[in-house]
């Protein structure tokens, strides 16, 4: 027999999934180190093991590990945060000359990470909410730095100097 908390689990990372894959696909369009693949892995992978804290903090609480066993959601939330910060560490790369390049894919990363643990908690106006906040953060405020940081009228006054 199918168990209705089972495929809510499953519908749930599903959910996941779909969310950060828009984070990933925008991603993908820049290029970035860490696209689609790895934020859709990143999301399904915190709601699903949210997910899986739930039945398994309440089968702790119901056995004799009871007293055994100390179940703090805190903790599991922590080890998420440290394992997908160590992928993002992976994104991110020192260049000599044109200094750090990765910053914000690894911040999208944990942004996904939350995503997921949104979607787990079925916290889906905050998933979805953060999903579009990703977005315009990662697409609107970074052409609003390349129009401030790297003013194109500044450049072409140099070169016309030059």
């Known amino acids: 027999m199918i168990d209705i908390a089972e495929l809510e689990i499953l519908m749930n990372t599903a959910a996941a999934t779909i969310l950060c894959g828009f984070v990933g696909l925008e991603r993908e369009k820049k290029e970035k180190p860490a696209g689609l693949r790895t934020n859709m892995i990143v999301g399904s992978f915190s709601?699903?093991?949210?997910?899986?804290?739930i039945p398994l903090i309440d089968l702790i609480q119901n056995s004799e590990l009871k007293d055994a066993v100390d179940s703090d959601p805190i903790r599991m939330l922590q080890a998420l945060v440290?394992?997908?910060?160590f992928i993002g560490a992976g994104t991110i790369i020192k260049k000599?000359?044109?200094g750090v390049e990765g910053l914000t894919t690894a911040a999208t990363l944990l942004y996904c990470l939350g995503i997921g643990i949104s979607v787990a908690l079925e916290k889906f106006v905050i998933a979805v909410g953060i999903t579009i906040l990703i977005l315009l953060i990662n697409n609107v405020f970074g052409g609003v730095k390349k129009r401030i940081v790297n003013n194109p009228e500044e450049k072409l006054t140099t070169k016309k100097s030059s």
């Open 47 to 53: 709601c699903l093991i949210v997910s899986l804290a």
């Open 96 to 98: 000599k000359e044109e």
């Open 82 to 85: 440290v394992g997908i910060s």
